[in-house]
């Protein structure tokens, strides 16, 4: 009997399953005026025509055997007015018993009463105690990317959802879900939003700009970091109470056009840790070509430590005998002096003073024209629909509406003389084609391209591209490098900059020794002892204890060296 009215109870207290009941009841209604009304007809067929005479209770009887099918045959017409009155019968019993009441029950009662139950295991507050934890009012492709490595760094995290069946589905696939409404105050309370270490918004500009001033009504020192879709959001959403507001198509766009080639050749900083200056830069048109990284004596040319090197989208380890290629980018890392003095040696050679050619006139790639404009690096674009003429004006020094795929289209902007070819299109599919395209037509351009989904980066790869980077990989990489109170690092996609604390099964042991690179593919790129920074550790580099190592890899290898040396 508790069980019973515990579901009674949250039955009436649904607004859903309320209304689910009042149609259910409405039908039950209809079927009992039938039954009543084909029982009325029985009894004047049979007295009027068959003239025999029987009790209301049989007609009700005889109604619902036939409409059932049962068929007792125990009372039967013999005019044909009866029986074709009995087929009536039978065939509305068939749809309305047989067929439309089971659907209705279904329907309107029991899948809605069921999915209820089961969205009820979704909890509405986060436990008692919970701080530290990181909130996500959104599951998409940032939240996903950003799950593995909160995990993998055992930072607590919940994810907010409004629809009881999205929250249902993402509790069952493991991740730790809140059911709650997003611009509800009540929710942030639950979520303990106050002892949050960051609140992520990451929803619309409007969304997010409400779901701030809401989580400022209940704390106003949590960190709050938002998402903006138009640059003209930011001072918005700051006003609103966002701490950090990341434009990320404008950083997208300024990101890729930092990896071009064009102008004089330079080293492009991608990234810092205390006074460890990461940069990359082109050897396209200089000396280093056709040499190895050791005959290449950067080190004593400027100073600066090869980390990696980028070579059609894979970054290879810098093994001294690893040779630049013409379209090579090298990771290298070093103080700001080492990085001028980088420069220095650089600038004398000129990649290629072509126009560089972006595809794609959308936000990013308008971001990236003014990035490379402030350059003084000269931008052709292509952009196939004529409504962004207007927004695109004269960022471009030349602009051509039309097809990229039409060769005609192509060469009129440039592209066999193109030193980067720049894909910003928002389809990765259309990113992927024009990226085997272009290749085809420009075999010697270098291809910096966005995506959006991380499954598609080996498509684009063998497609041909040289770069890419997503939404996803800046977003995850700046929220934590704040998570970390440090300035970002952005590689490339598929590949992250982590800092982390040494093992223990690892302390003591010289870097050479621990087998980090033999074992999980990750590049131990630095290490911090008693705050001193160590760039360019040596294999005899002893791993004290409490020191802390600075490494970049992909998330498999990450993932590799947790399950080696925990």
Not at 162 to 169: I, N
Not at 348 to 359: G, M, Q, R
Not at 399 to 417: F, K, P, T
Not at 443 to 471: F, K, M, W
Request: proline share 4%.
């Amino acid at each position: 009997m508790k069980f019973l009215s515990l579901h009674l109870a949250y039955a009436l207290g649904d607004e859903e399953l309320r209304k689910n009941v009042r149609a259910l009841v409405k039908y039950a209604v209809f079927l009992v005026v039938v039954i009543a009304v084909y029982s009325v007809i029985f009894h004047i067929i049979m007295t009027q025509v068959e003239g025999r005479d029987h009790s209301w209770i049989t007609g009700v009887y005889w109604t619902l055997t036939v409409m059932s099918t049962l068929g007792f045959g125990d009372i039967t017409f013999t005019t044909d007015i009866g029986r074709i009155f009995s087929v009536v019968v039978l065939m509305s019993g068939i749809i309305l018993l047989l067929i439309v009441l089971p659907f209705a029950f279904i329907r309107y009662f029991y899948a809605p009463w069921l999915e209820a139950q089961i969205r009820n295991r979704v909890p509405e507050s986060v436990p008692a105690g919970t701080e530290g934890h990181v909130v996500f009012i959104h599951w998409d492709t940032v939240a996903q990317d950003m799950v593995s490595r909160l995990e993998g760094e055992g930072i607590p995290y919940f994810v907010l959802a409004e629809d009881g069946t999205e929250a249902t589905a993402l509790l069952s696939d493991g991740v730790s879900t809140i059911r709650g409404k997003v611009d509800d105050i009540r929710t942030y309370e639950r979520l303990n939003a106050g002892r949050a270490r960051m609140i992520v918004l990451n929803r619309d500009d409007l969304m997010n700009t409400n779901v701030a001033l809401t989580v400022r009504d209940v704390s106003t020192s949590v960190p709050i970091v938002a998402f903006a879709e138009n640059e003209h959001s930011v001072d918005i959403l700051e006003l609103g109470g966002c701490d950090h507001v990341l434009p990320l198509k404008k950083i997208l766009g300024e990101q890729l056009a930092n990896r071009v080639n064009g102008g004089h050749a330079q080293a492009h900083v991608i990234g810092r840790y205390r006074n460890l200056l990461i940069a990359e830069f082109s050897v396209h048109g200089t000396p280093l070509v056709g040499k190895s990284i050791a005959d290449s004596r950067l080190r004593e040319i400027a100073g600066v430590s090869v980390l990696g090197v980028w070579d059609r989208g894979q970054i290879l380890s810098p093994r001294p005998d690893l040779v630049f290629r013409d379209l090579s980018l090298p990771v290298v890392a070093g103080s700001q002096e080492a990085i001028d003095r980088l420069n220095e040696y650089l600038y004398i050679y000129d990649t290629n003073w072509n126009p560089v050619i972006i595809l794609g006139g959308g936000k990013v790639g308008r971001a990236a024209a003014r990035a490379l404009k402030h350059r003084s690096i000269p931008v052709h674009m292509v952009e196939r629909n004529p409504d962004l003429a207007s927004k695109i004006g004269g960022l471009p020094d030349r602009l051509i509406i039309g097809d990229a795929a039409d060769r005609d289209v192509m060469r009129a902007v440039g592209i066999e003389d193109a030193p980067s070819v720049l894909l910003t299109t928002n389809r990765d599919e259309a990113n992927i084609y024009l990226a085997a395209y272009t290749r085809r037509i420009s075999p010697e351009a270098q291809i910096v391209s966005r995506i959006t989904h991380e499954r598609n980066l080996p498509s684009i790869q063998r497609a041909g591209a040289d770069l890419t980077l997503s939404y996803g990989t800046l977003a995850v990489e700046t929220i934590f490098s704040l998570l970390h109170d440090r300035p970002p690092v952005i590689l490339g996609q598929g590949i992250e900059f982590h800092d982390m604390p040494c093992p223990r099964a690892l302390e003591g042991l010289t870097l050479g020794e621990s087998g980090i690179g033999a074992e999980t593919g990750l590049t131990v790129i630095a290490l911090e002892i008693d705050g001193q920074l160590v760039a360019d550790p040596h294999a005899s580099t002893t791993l004290v204890p409490g020191c802390t190592l600075l490494t970049i890899g992909s998330e498999s290898q990450l993932e590799a060296f947790r399950n080696a040396f925990g």
